[in-house]
């Protein structure tokens, strides 16, 4: 047998270090992912009643008081989620509900406002702590973003077109 050279050394030497390297970045990623697969979803985390307060702004600039309450119930395996949203304040109040559906961080369903008869699709993306929705419907439009900080406080923001209000700012809380 003729005598390994030490090039051939190295470049075996690199392989072995290649293939541990591999090794060691494939079973990092299956510790995140069981780490992912077990961590709380957003609407698991959400679930359940809480309470707040907030303001409507006024195309005007004005700006009023609303009190709320917001409700989200857990269904199935913890990506679909009922919501139920009612506000009130010295001039306008609040009525609506949606389910959605988190597939994979996309979130797809539909939503209605009672007060002002208004209904649509919604569409958009959530995260494990925050999520931003389009709402659609025949004469409203609004955009909604949520953030959670932990698992006693979150805030909403939705930014209507079509109504006469430009924007509702909630803080919301639970604990």
């Not at 009023?64 to 919501?83: M, S, W």
């Not at 929705?133 to 949520?146: I, N, P, Y």
Request: proline residues 2%.
């Amino acid at each position: 047998m003729p005598p390994i050279s030490r090039a051939h050394r190295i470049k075996e030497q690199g392989a072995r270090i290649a293939r541990a390297a591999a090794a060691a970045l494939l079973l990092t990623c299956l510790a995140f992912q069981d780490a992912d697969a077990g961590a709380e979803t957003l609407f698991q985390k959400l679930s359940g009643d809480w309470t707040g307060w907030g303001w409507i702004e006024l195309t005007s600039g004005d700006r009023e008081r609303i009190r709320c309450q917001l409700a989200y119930e857990l269904r199935g395996t913890g990506n679909e989620t009922a919501l139920s949203l009612r506000c009130a304040g010295a001039s306008y109040n609040l009525d609506g509900s949606a389910d959605f559906i988190n597939e994979d961080g996309r979130i797809s369903g539909s939503w209605q406002e009672k007060f002002y008869n208004a209904k649509g699709e919604v569409s958009g993306r959530a995260t494990s702590n925050y999520m931003t929705l389009l709402l659609k419907g025949e004469t409203v439009k609004a955009g909604l973003s949520l953030t959670s900080s932990d698992k006693c406080r979150h805030s909403m923001s939705i930014s209507p077109n079509g109504v006469e209000f430009k924007k509702i700012i909630i803080s919301l809380k639970r604990c």
